[in-house]
C-alpha cells in the first residue's frame, strides 16, 4: 500500500505519476464513536456521534511550511484529500480508498527528527472538518473497479 495526501492549493512532493503534487503519507489514523449508556433494566441509551480529528503522519516535503502555517493562522482548506493505494500487475498503482474532507483546520502540529540521521524529518498533524466523504473501491485482481461502496457525513448538521 502507498499512501498520499493533498491540501488544496499546497503542492507536495509525492513520485507517483497518478499524484503528482500531492505529500507521501506515512501514516493515518481516525476514529468515530457514539456515547452510549444504559443502566440494569433500563433502556440503552445512545447520543450523537463523535467524529475525531483525522491524525496524519508524513515525512517532510515542500508542502510542510504551509500546514504548520496553516494553524497559525487560524486556515481552512477548502479540500483535504487523501488516497490509498494499492499495486496491480497490469493496472499499475490504484487507488482503492478514498477520504475528502472539506472545510477542513488543521488542529495540531509537531515535527521531529534525529540531528544524527539521514532520515528526513516526520511531522504528524490532525485535521478537524465540516464534511467528510470515505469511498471504497472494490478492484478485481487485475485492478479493474468493480464498484464503490461510500458513506459521507456531515459534522455540523448530524447527517449524512
Known sequence: MAAYIKFDGVDGEAQDKDHKAWSDLASFSQGLHQPGGGATGAARRRGDVILDDLTCAKGLDKASPKIAEAICKGKVFPKVEIDLT???????????????????????????????????????????????????????????????????WKVEEGEG
Open 86 to 152: 494499492a499495486s496491480f500487475t497490469d493496472a499499475g498503482r490504484v487507488t482503492y480508498y478514498r477520504y475528502e474532507l472539506t472545510n477542513v483546520a488543521v488542529t495540531s502540529y509537531n515535527i521531529g527528527g534525529s540531528g544524527q540521521s539521514e532520515e528526513v524529518p516526520m511531522e504528524d498533524f490532525s485535521l478537524n472538518f465540516e464534511e467528510i466523504k470515505v469511498t471504497y473501491t472494490e478492484n478485481d485482481s487485475k485492478g479493474k473497479s468493480k464498484g464503490n461502496v461510500e458513506y459521507s
